[in-house]
């Protein structure tokens, strides 16, 4: 299991630039007009995870595998998009297919550049967006509930629960915050995401910053650093334009790049890290001759659903996991030697992969 997450932003922000970097293709085309990106463009990306390469190293394994996340581009956004303009039907509908919204925000002077509402504030840009949603979101909800009304009426147990839910959600949407901000009970959740609205998505902030501001940020960043922990937020600070020519590089010159320019990673490590944590999703292993492969679950996941992420039927006949831990595996030297030495467990139904587990699972066929 990997994740989807829509890049969005408003026009010439700097998303298909970022878009380009991530996935090293031109599919996206990084233009200085308007709705250059007309239909959304889906990349996958190798999540790096220096844990992998160091157990295929151990195992000798022939092939490694890693985890993948994909990226979506998705049309830029402007004022008025809920109810139709620019591109904002199409817009809204694609949002709705991703995990997360990785949010790009120009925080960049750059004359050249042309800005759609003719300023570089991040601040009213992010507004911008999230008013757009909500407005939508209003919209989606009251409709819903009108159609609803009949089967509530008739006693429609699951037409009460999803009634119950749009209002409390109306409610916050129209005092003017995201229904993300719901406290929803566990009993709950399922219908809630069956809702699919928009403001429910997960949001990190992107600040696109110039080639001078990518090790420390700069005013504008700070500001959207200031907001995004206001919101219980996640923000990241990268400079598409570094990540274009880092995409172009080998990994050695790549590396020198990044030290000349004082960066300690490239800003894809770190957003790829940021996404992880706000879906709250982890990785485990399993490493053997043949491959080293890494595996992405949510935190969280009972054993038996780990396997499923591997094939259905290891879910159905799970047995057992034998279980390693990374530390252990690494510092004893492979699978025979953490074995030798008492470290690999058997684990059943009830266990709780951890991330970094390098696992082996038995089941029935």
């Known amino acids: 299991m990997g994740f989807k997450m829509g890049i969005v932003g408003l026009p010439n922000v700097g998303k298909s630039t ?15 007009f308007p709705f250059c990106t007309i239909e959304p463009n889906v990349g996958e990306v190798a999540v790096p995870d220096a844990r992998l390469d160091t157990l295929a190293e151990i195992a000798q394994s022939k092939s490694v595998i890693p985890t993948r996340m994909t990226f979506v581009d998705i049309a830029g956004l402007v004022k008025g998009a809920s109810q139709g303009e ?25 004359g050249d550049v042309t800005h759609v509402e003719g300023r570089v504030d991040p601040i009213a840009d992010a507004e911008t967006i999230e008013t757009e949603l909500m407005l939508s979101d209003i919209e989606s909800i009251e409709r819903r509930l009108q159609n609803l009304s009949r089967k509530v009426r008739g006693g429609d147990k699951e037409a009460v629960q999803q009634e119950r839910l749009l209002k409390e959600a109306l409610a916050v949407l129209e005092d003017g915050k995201p229904a993300r901000v719901v406290d929803v009970d566990a009993e709950d959740a399922k219908a809630w995401k069956m809702l699919q609205l928009l403001t429910t998505k997960p949001i990190l902030y992107v600040c696109n910053v ?9 005013a504008f960043s700070a500001k959207v650093a200031e907001m995004a922990a206001e ?8 400079s598409a334009q570094i990540e274009e020519e880092i995409s172009q590089l080998d990994v050695e010159e790549a590396a020198m790049f990044l030290e000349e320019m004082g960066l300690a990673e490239a800003g894809l490590d770190r957003l790829i890290r940021a996404g992880y944590d706000l879906l709250h999703l982890e990785t485990y292993f399993t490493v053997g001759p043949k491959e080293a492969r890494a595996w992405t679950i ?13 094939h259905g039927d290891f879910e159905k006949g799970f047995i057992r996991a034998e279980t390693i ?13 953490a074995k030798e030495a ?11 992969v951890k991330d970094g587990d390098v696992l082996h699972f038995l089941f029935n066929t």
């Open 18 to 32: 970022l878009f380009n970097a991530l996935t090293k293709t031109a599919a996206a085309q990084a233009a200085n």
């Open 86 to 110: 620019g591109l904002g039907n199409q817009f809204l509908a694609n949002i709705r297919e991703v995990d997360a919204i990785a949010h790009v925000l120009r925080c960049f002077e750059d």
């Open 210 to 218: 110039d080639e001078g501001s990518a090790a420390e940020g700069n």
């Open 231 to 238: 919101q219980g937020a996640a923000h990241v600070v990268i």
């Open 298 to 310: 949510k935190t969280g996941t009972m054993a038996p659903q780990a396997a499923g992420v591997i």
């Open 325 to 337: 831990a990374y530390d252990d595996f690494v510092s004893l030297g492979g699978e025979q030697p």
């Open 342 to 352: 008492g470290k690999m467990r058997a684990e059943g139904k009830g266990y709780t």
